[in-house]
């Protein structure tokens, strides 16, 4: 590991969070970042992701969360403000119901907007069964969004423990926090020069 790798970094930070059982993990990497990370942390959660993990519990890691249910804040916090306000978006967990509506530029809630919107990287860590990481559709739509200059992460795969079935299965993996801390520094843009 050299120098740069163990520096301080820093950076505006967008966190895409969607419904999958691994959000309620999401505190354990903001908490890694902050570590080695020296930005702002905004993240954006799905209707669905809430109901995995209060938006409460999350804004005691983050600098900002975002959940698009109040219009009173809509002029203030849209998609358009949230992709001019930040550097780069990790979107963690990613499900394949996000992978698919990136890859067909639908945007039915206000994560998806924010990444059509987005000139900044978009960073993809999927996180669903390996059935589904496997099949045909799920496939295309991450080479679709490779195509279209987006980052997916290929997921590690481990076991885990199913309680529907009672067992431990292999499936794909979120990364360790550290690897994700490692992804965003590889990710985030350099800052310019002041004044850019």
């Known amino acids: 590991m050299t120098t740069s790798d163990t520096a301080p970094f820093g950076g505006r930070l967008l966190i ?14 903001i908490s890694a970042l902050r570590g080695a990370f020296s930005g702002t942390v905004t993240v954006l959660m799905t209707h669905t992701a809430t109901t995995f993990l209060p938006p409460h519990t999350v804004a ?26 930040h550097d780069m978006m990790v979107v963690l967990p990613a499900t394949a119901n996000v992978l698919s509506v990136t890859a067909t530029g639908a945007v039915p809630n206000m994560l998806s907007a924010t990444i059509l919107a987005a000139e900044f990287p978009v960073v993809f860590v999927p996180v669903m069964t390996g059935e589904m990481w496997q099949k045909p559709a799920v496939r295309r739509n991450v080479e679709q969004l490779r ?38 520094r590889e990710f985030m843009p350099e800052p310019g020069p002041p004044g850019e």
Not at 77 to 82: D, F, Q, S
Not at 170 to 176: E, S
């Open 16 to 29: 895409g969070a969607t419904g999958a059982a691994a959000v309620a993990s999401l505190p354990l990497y």
């Open 60 to 85: 005691l890691f983050a600098d900002r969360v975002v959940t698009g249910t109040d219009p009173d804040e809509w002029a203030q916090e849209n998609h358009g403000t949230l992709a001019a306000e």
């Open 147 to 184: 195509l279209d200059g987006y980052h997916v992460v290929d997921p590690p795969w481990g076991e885990r423990y199913d309680v529907g079935l009672g067992t431990f299965i292999g499936t794909p993996m979120p990364p360790a926090p550290p690897q994700f801390v490692e992804l965003v």
